[in-house]
């Protein structure tokens, strides 16, 4: 066994609402070139990959308070929110999950990107009610335009709400590229509207699901040649809405 693998068996131990997934051969394969270096651009095309699963009683519990809210909250956790919420404020459920799913993932990420350092991060809650996807897009890291691909974490309590590119984005032929951009501006393009060509690509799998109550590790970044970005859409809520709630944790590379 590896040191990388040995020391991911030893993680649960450490972990406060995560489990650590049973990884195949295959996702080793990408887990070890990530490790040796972020920026392996053919493992890229090979994420996102789920690296946890929340435990049973924290996902009820997220999933149970985020049903409290017929709007959407949105945390970004930052020295200040800390500050006014932990020294000066009382910590209500969310706010207590969103600071244990950090730290956890820092644990996480400290053994499969060691020179991961935190960048930015948010939680959303509440019910998601709007029709309209947010558009095929990045995550970008705005602070540092030069970056090359960086880790993200992101993860949906009880809501298949993200799909994503499967395989190298550009390799896609100039068809598929028109669809992507109808996606990504939600516009009309020649193959059709916005809502027909998201159900067509995800019925010939293009689209992806992610899973529910799963950490998915991606890639964020900008338009460094070197890295693939993982291009993904918010799934549209059912008619009524859908209470969910959304964790993001960003990392620079040091």
Known sequence: MTALRQAWAALPARLKILEPVQLSSDQWSVMERLHANFNDREAHTRLPLPIARFREAATNEIHEHAKHFDDVKTVYVNDSWLLETFANGTPDTMANYVRLYNDDVDEMMS?????????KGHCA???????QPHGLHTDHSAEDPDSEGEPICIARIETLGTHYVAGDYKAYGPETQSMFKALRYWIAVPEGEPEDILDELLKRETLM??????????????????SQVTQHIAARPPQGGLHSAFFQRQYKLS
């Open 209 to 226: 699901t992610i899973p529910v109550n799963r950490v998915m590790l991606m890639v964020a970044g900008n338009s460094s040649r070197n």
């Open 111 to 119: 053994v499969l990107v060691p020179s991961a350092r935190y960048r």
């Open 125 to 131: 809650y509440g019910k998601f009610t709007v029709p």
